[in-house]
């Protein structure tokens, strides 16, 4: 577990560290062949759950980063909920990540380039919690620029 | 792993049979004194994947019997993918799980009973694949009253 000096109230500082922190998951995923899409929980300045996309390796079109995250951070934290935590994640949430953010009762969602195909917003902002806050836009352009180059080399492969 | 002799074309039999599976899940659940919801995967008239509500035993809010159900049927299948196959659930599925069977691509969802809090159909139906059918009613009385029958014996006793 990472460890960083930051107050509970989320500042542009700390919003950019943790993000750092899931693109470092991003990166994981990358080695693997995988999409590279990272995400980290934060609770009280601290990462308390890791994830990174797995789809290809545990051959499980579900386990997207938010997923492994979320299941890592409540094992971490030994409750079910995830309240007053923060998911940091490099490109929005699924419908599906989305929905299990509402299950979680996370206050805080930050990510970082939209997904304009099948991010959450595209259908219906309704779909996390109405206590849930919501940024984006957080270090967009390195997390857009690791996926597109991620399908770029894919294509050139081929 | 259980067998039954259909064809791949459902029928109203086939599909009272595999809720009757899923309400067998539902029950498994319900023992472990989780809210009694099941799934099971059927390809090609055979179950492929079983799974029922485990979100205490796991502490994990994102432990639904269809996610069990898809992870399973995904390790027994050995493809990412479940095309050509049904989900039966004993209750209709939450955008979370919804959002799932879209990745899945799976062909057809069949649910026992409507979840007018939480069920997907509430927010939209376009969040599972437009190429998925939906039928809901099967068994839905049954599903129903387990969950219904639950959650009053959780209220007499507090």
Known sequence: MRYANFTDEPSVNQDDFFMAEAIKEAKKALALDEVPIGAVIVHGGKI??????????????????????FTAAANFSGGKYLKDCTLYVTIEPCVMCAGA?????????????????????????????????????????????????????KRNKT
Chains 1, 2 share one sequence.
């Open 48 to 69: 308390i759950g890791r994830g990174h996309n797995l789809t290809e390796q545990l051959n499980d079109v579900t386990a997207h980063a938010e997923m492994q995250a």
């Open 101 to 153: 953010a509402y299950w979680t009762q996370i206050s805080r969602i930050v990510y970082g380039a939209s997904d304009p195909k099948r991010g959450f917003t595209q259908l219906s902002e309704r779909i996390i919690h109405p206590k849930t806050d919501l940024l984006s836009g957080v270090k967009a352009e390195e997390s857009t620029r690791l996926v597109q180059d991620f399908f770029m080399s």
